[in-house]
């Protein structure tokens, strides 16, 4: 924008009331401000690599853009304080975000737990220092499922389940974190359990002992899946150059103003001319910006 005159001082000057968000890999100062980012480096910068993965394996990057999607929300959420600030102030203001840092908030109190304790988080794979069992499972037919037992409750119905009731009676049993200190003999009693079943078998018996399980499933199941039809996470949109196509929804429900999808996507540059006016740049303006290839 700044290359071409439209500037903050220049907008805000036009429309003091404009909300400009600004997102760059590293923020807008600093000694990295320069560099250019993405959200892999997000993910490698901010501890989530180094925690994601098996203890004797590398250090595991997500295979989408997880720390770009983190930070998308989190400007959304960034842009809707400052239009409720305008309304309070009557003045917009600039949203400054690096994608480095949301997803460094997501990952929780580590900083705080070495700042205090010098614990640095370790590499568990699928299991959590937290609690136990947590896992994923293969069952008979192929398919792999997930299990939490993050109350203490739901780890007791899960060892009632699989036939391992005397578990429950041992000291160490009755917290998440002593139970993680056990997890190769509690993984063993549930990987044994549902390797002899189906995946259809052990979440019908999960199910019905009121114990967390949940397949671990791909698009194509996520498509089936009767709990997100019923939601309607996955909704179908008319495409003007596509027709009728299936996305991910509005991410909540309202009940009283209840969001909706009015498009796919619009073709690229189809509102440049409305914004840019709104904002209060002339017609002649405009055309001088589109001759110089700024538009």
Same mark, same amino acid.
């Given at each position: 924008?700044?290359?071409w005159?439209?500037?903050?001082?220049?907008?805000? #000057?036009v429309?003091?009331?404009?909300?400009?968000?600004?997102?760059?890999? *590293?923020?807008?100062?600093? &000694?990295?401000?320069?560099?250019?980012?993405?959200?892999?480096?997000?993910?490698?910068m901010?501890? *989530?690599?180094?925690?994601? !993965?098996?203890?004797?394996?590398?250090? %595991?990057?997500?295979?989408?853009?997880?720390?770009?999607?983190?930070?998308?929300?989190?400007?959304?959420?960034?842009?809707?304080?400052?239009?409720?600030?305008?309304?309070?102030?009557?003045r !917009?203001?600039v949203?400054?975000? #690096?994608?480095?840092? &949301?997803i460094?908030?997501?990952?929780?109190?580590?900083?705080?737990?070495?700042?205090?304790?010098?614990?640095?988080?370790?590499? %568990?794979?699928?299991?959590?220092?937290?609690?136990?069992?947590?896992?994923?499972?293969?069952?008979?037919? !192929? +398919?792999? /499922?997930?299990?939490?037992?993050?109350?203490?409750?739901?780890?007791?119905?899960?060892?009632?389940?699989?036939?391992?009731?005397?578990?429950?009676?041992?000291?160490? *049993?009755?917290?998440?974190?002593?139970?993680?200190?056990h #997890?190769?003999?509690?993984?063993?009693?549930?990987? +044994?359990?549902?390797?002899?079943?189906?995946?259809?078998? @052990?979440?019908? @018996?999960?199910?019905?002992a009121?114990?967390?399980?949940?397949p /671990?499933q791909d /698009?194509?199941? /996520?498509?089936?899946?009767?709990?997100?039809?019923?939601l309607d996470?996955? %909704?179908?949109?008319?495409d003007?150059?596509?027709? &009728?196509?299936?996305m991910?929804n509005v991410?909540?429900?309202?009940?009283?103003?209840?969001?909706?999808?009015?498009w796919?996507?619009?073709?690229?540059?189809a509102? %440049?001319?409305?914004?840019?006016?709104?904002?209060?740049?002339?017609p002649?303006?405009?055309? #001088?910006?589109?001759?110089?290839?700024a538009?």
């Amino acid at each position: 924008l700044e290359r071409w005159g439209l500037g903050w001082e220049e907008l805000s #000057a036009v429309n003091p009331r404009l909300v400009l968000a600004r997102v760059t890999g *590293f923020g807008q100062f600093g &000694p990295y401000a320069h560099r250019p980012g993405f959200g892999t480096l997000a993910e490698a910068m901010s501890g *989530f690599a180094a925690v994601t !993965g098996e203890p004797d394996g590398p250090p %595991t990057l997500p295979p989408f853009g997880l720390a770009d999607s983190i930070a998308a929300l989190a400007t959304a959420y960034a842009v809707m304080t400052a239009l409720s600030g305008r309304e309070r102030t009557g003045r !917009g203001q600039v949203v400054d975000l #690096a994608i480095i840092e &949301p997803i460094l908030t997501v990952l929780g109190p580590q900083p705080l737990w070495y700042d205090q304790l010098g614990y640095v988080q370790p590499r %568990t794979g699928n299991r959590s220092r937290n609690n136990a069992p947590r896992n994923t499972y293969r069952t008979s037919d !192929g +398919h792999w /499922v997930a299990v939490s037992t993050s109350a203490q409750s739901v780890a007791e119905r899960v060892m009632r389940l699989v036939g391992r009731p005397e578990l429950i009676e041992e000291p160490w *049993f009755a917290a998440g974190t002593t139970r993680a200190e056990h #997890a190769d003999e509690l993984d063993e009693a549930v990987g +044994h359990w549902i390797a002899r079943r189906t995946r259809e078998e @052990a979440v019908s @018996a999960f199910e019905k002992a009121e114990a967390a399980i949940a397949p /671990v499933q791909d /698009v194509r199941d /996520v498509l089936e899946d009767p709990q997100y039809r019923a939601l309607d996470t996955v %909704t179908e949109v008319d495409d003007p150059e596509l027709g &009728p196509l299936r996305m991910q929804n509005v991410l909540f429900r309202l009940s009283e103003t209840p969001g909706s999808i009015r498009w796919a996507g619009r073709p690229h540059g189809a509102d %440049t001319e409305e914004i840019l006016t709104e904002l209060g740049l002339s017609p002649s303006r405009i055309a #001088a910006l589109r001759a110089e290839g700024a538009l």
